[in-house]
């Protein structure tokens, strides 16, 4: 069975530095991988996953993630943080399986920024 | 275009009641997913549809947990007799239903039991 760390359950940044968010997965094949964003009250919004092909993935709101084979890593970045991003983020493995794409999620990190 | 719906956005009810929580997927969309957030069990993935096929139900953590999904569009959850240990919020989504596949999740439903 696939399994998600978050092993970061609370981050702080000042506004404007940069970010980064760790995932680590367990999978027995090649995974699909999503990050998503939860602001207090609301439903999850994708921001960017991963399929084959580029390792490097774009996403909305100027976030990316890498996918590293060799360290079962999917973490996200952002190079300069805005008030506006104050989330909780959640990694996300998809595999084809009885129940479909279901997802298991990793624990989620909870990002708060500093004027 | 219309995102997923889901309502009531909250639900209080009182510990025995039988609750309904309503989903209204993304048109076109023939696979929905269920799944639960609470506090100490994070997000977990309760049921899964996919067009007309019976529904994958490896994740209900009760028989007093059930869900249908009428035309392959709207779903319904039902709990019945309902604990404290269900308050939570009840996320739905929906989906193409290829593979690989991408879910849109809905606002979800908050029930406190008490």
């Known amino acids: 069975a696939q399994s998600v760390t978050q092993p970061d359950i609370h981050i702080t940044v000042s506004e404007g530095a940069s970010l980064e968010l760790r995932c680590n997965y367990s999978?027995?094949?090649?995974?699909?991988l999503f990050w998503y964003v939860q602001s207090p009250g609301q439903g999850l919004q994708l921001l960017l996953k991963?399929?084959?092909?580029?390792?490097l993935v774009q996403g909305i709101k100027g976030f990316e993630a890498e996918f590293k084979r060799s360290q079962s890593s999917f973490n996200l970045r952002k190079p300069s943080v805005h008030w506006s991003d104050a989330a909780e983020y959640f990694c996300a493995v998809g595999a084809r399986g009885n129940a479909g794409n279901m997802l298991t999620f990793g624990g989620g990190t909870r990002l708060m920024v500093k004027p | 275009g219309a995102g997923v719906s889901q309502s009531p956005s909250n639900k209080v009810t009182e510990k025995g009641k039988d609750v309904e929580l309503r989903c209204d997927p993304i048109s076109g969309h023939t696979a929905l997913y269920w799944y639960r957030q609470s506090l100490g069990q994070g997000l977990e993935f309760l049921i899964y549809?996919?067009?007309?096929?019976?529904?994958?139900k490896s994740g209900l953590p009760s028989d007093r947990f059930s869900a249908e999904r009428t035309g392959g569009s709207v779903s319904t959850l039902t709990i019945q007799r309902t604990q404290q240990e269900d308050s939570a919020v009840y996320l739905c989504a929906s989906s193409l239903g290829g593979t690989p596949d991408t879910q849109y999740f809905g606002p979800g439903t908050r029930l406190t039991v008490l």
């Open positions: 991963y399929f084959s092909g580029d390792t």
């Open positions: 549809f996919q067009g007309n096929s019976a529904p994958d």
């Open positions: 999978y027995g094949a090649t995974p699909y």
